[in-house]
């Protein structure tokens, strides 16, 4: 088979994976939440969610009805062939998943107001690349909701005031976020590089399951500090009161500037979706989050 | 907290019995309305000119689905609640004009609809979040859209929906609102995060 129609295919297989099927890490996060939640409203609402995930399952239907921007990340080999075609590909399977699996049209020009109707338009897709040794491509998505992304937050913080500086700035956003991001969530956290970088960074970390903390044992630690924090605000599920605001806190970080502190407060909503594959040399391919149903 | 199962159209009276943390699901009829549906509707009041739909007693659903078109019918894939908070600047008007007595949506509402719902008899719903599926099942028909040049999400669905939620009375109609109760507990329990965490302000 063509290369451009292969990549094109297992983009559209991992889009249709990701906006049924939650990933296991995080279904396992909320089977515990329900299980430990005292509050009687925040139970109905983890129930509803574990429900909901069910169904969507057993229907292969996506699993929110806003099935989020488009966001690629890729991994090419350096030795990987065709490369040129990749993005083309992305751009029909995201137009083919829109039609077939559906998902909500969700691009929209913002001057004039109009959406595309096939979630794409300039950008997006956004496709981030990485080169890696090899000869293989490895294909992630993320399908990233609106409620979420309307809460992330960049701040340039006070070198000075340090890492204390930082918990407080993502104690305060996780607070004024509140119940708009669909909590409970998945926070990533990142500092230093600059405005852009720590964001794109927080934003990357929401690809790793819940039960990778990261390899640092200091920067771990912090992952469960924030956590617990977060936990003890009380906003719980959906924002309507009890112990679980948080599923899992990802911290990652640049070395900054001497003058700089920037931080990043990325958020996704309970419905985390993402799911990758590769694809090797040989046309073979091998999914990553979820094997393919045949 | 009670479990309450309403039909609509529902009543003042009816509306005015739940209080802040019941369970309610309704069967009957749902409108979907966002950001500018409920412009368009109140535009319409403002020119006198009719709905198409009369909305007395009926609930109103802050939702964009995805609809698929099936033959010539329609069909609800996923159909959950969007963010409720931008419909606050509309909603006040909304229910005093058109006396719906449920709107469901996620995140809460503010003051200007918490009291337009206790002066007119009106209740807020919070539907899980992202859970669009388990609204879907509970949607058994469409009866029609209105409004479709809006686009999808922001058309008006008009859904026959059987024991829809759960839904938690977050905003009832004796002035309660539970996202207000929660954000003060919120604040006070800032002050221990602070302190745990060697937060000095």
Known sequence: MEKAKIVENVAFNIIKQAVIYIPDDVKQALKKAYAEETSETGKTQLNAILNNIELAEKHKAPVCQDTGTIIFYIKAGTQAKNLEKVEGALINATRRATKEVPLRPNAVDPFAQRNSGDNTGRFIPFVNWEIVLGDSIELTVMTKGGGSENVCVTGMLVPGQGITGLKKFVVDTVINAGAKPCPPTIIGVAIGGGADISMKLAKKTLLKPLNEPNPDSEIAKLEKEILEAANMTGIGPMGLGGKTTVLGVHVDYAFRHPASFPASVAFNCWASRRASARINADETVEYLTRKMEM | ?201
Not at chain 2, 16 to 39: C, E, F, P, S, W
Not at chain 2, 64 to 84: E, I, L, R
Not at chain 2, 150 to 176: C, K, Q, R, Y
């Open chain 2, 1 to 201: 907290m009670v479990v309450y199962k309403l039909q609509t159209p529902i009543s003042e009276a009816d509306i005015r019995k739940l209080k802040v943390n019941d369970m309610l699901y309704i069967t009957g009829t749902m409108v979907t309305a966002r950001d500018q549906a409920h412009q368009r509707a109140l535009e319409y009041f403002r020119q006198g000119k009719p709905l198409p739909i009369n909305l007395e007693g009926l609930a109103v659903f802050h939702c964009g689905p995805v609809m698929s078109k099936q033959g010539d019918k329609w069909v609800a894939v996923a159909a959950g609640p969007t963010t409720s908070t931008r419909m606050d600047i509309f909603e006040d008007e909304f229910v005093k004009n058109f006396k719906v007595r449920v709107v469901i949506g996620k995140g809460g509402m503010g003051k200007r609809t918490t009291d337009a719902m206790a002066k007119y008899g009106a209740v807020y719903g919070a539907f899980t979040g992202g859970a669009a599926i388990l609204a879907a099942k509970a949607i058994k028909s469409v009866l029609r859209v209105e409004w479709f040049d809006l686009g999808m999400p922001e058309a008006m669905w008009i859904f026959e929906v059987e024991e829809f939620g759960p839904l938690t009375v977050a905003i009832d109609s004796h002035e309660n609102n539970l996202f207000t109760d929660v954000a003060k507990n919120v604040e006070a329990n800032k002050q221990r995060i602070y302190q745990k965490l060697g937060i000095s302000q």
